[in-house]
């Protein structure tokens, strides 16, 4: 990839950074962990990964004035995990207002599936990808999988790009104007998911 990528990648009160930081130098772009508004503002790309609670990442992006730095943003912006269920309106994790970005509910999974059957909580492993759509699905395989980590799921919306089942269809992506939102972590979703890093990159 070119050196000509400023990537920012959200420092704020959830895990999983590390991970991601290892994803990009695989791919040769090197990126800063930051929460200061005039490094997010001039980087070329914005990472916003996470494993955590909404309940608690979401109070701390609002003491730092995060909350609203994020939704104003212009460059290419990815939510991975929890950062994607932040970009949406609510979340029912701890009762939490997030980012409203992208107009969508955050629901915990139920206990069953449509047939009675119990669901393991949290989905976690490979699912597959369905109906999939926009930039940066391009060049996907043609059954794309990716790996799940979550308990609560953000709802089919107009501005889904993905779809996986999970006891229910669920927004597996999301994306709205320069806003792009992964439930699944790209970087441990092989190939399919540094596809979809190097699709996001290009941008």
């Known amino acids: 990839m070119s050196n000509k990528h400023q990537i920012a990648i959200i420092k704020y009160n959830a895990g999983n950074i590390r991970s ?5 130098e ?28 909404a ?12 909350d609203k730095l994020l939704a104003s943003l212009t460059q290419p912006f990815l ?6 269920q932040l970009m949406c309106r609510y979340s029912e994790e701890g009762d939490t207002e997030c980012l409203s970005i992208i107009d969508a509910a955050v629901k915990k999974f139920p206990a069953t599936d449509s047939t009675g059957l119990a669901l393991k909580i949290p989905h976690m492993g490979w699912n597959s990808l369905h109906q999939t759509s926009g930039k940066l699905c391009n060049g996907l395989s043609s059954q794309p999988y990716a790996y799940f980590v979550h308990s609560y799921y953000a709802e089919q919306c107009s501005y889904t790009a993905a779809i996986t089942h999970y006891g229910l269809p669920f927004s597996s992506m999301l994306q709205k104007d ?8 790209t970087e441990k979703s092989a190939a399919d998911g540094e596809i979809i890093l190097k699709n996001f990159l290009s941008l």
Request: aromatic share 10%; proline share 3%; with cysteine.
């Open 20 to 24: 991601v930081l290892f994803a990009l």
């Open 26 to 53: 695989r791919l040769g772009v090197q990126a800063s962990v930051t929460d200061d508004e005039r490094e997010i503002r001039a980087a070329s790309h914005v990472i916003f990964p996470g494993v955590g609670s």
């Open 55 to 66: 309940a608690t990442a979401m109070p701390y992006l609002r003491s730092r004035g995060l």
């Open 79 to 84: 939510g991975i995990c929890l950062g994607m």
């Open 178 to 185: 320069n806003f792009f939102g992964v439930q699944f972590h």
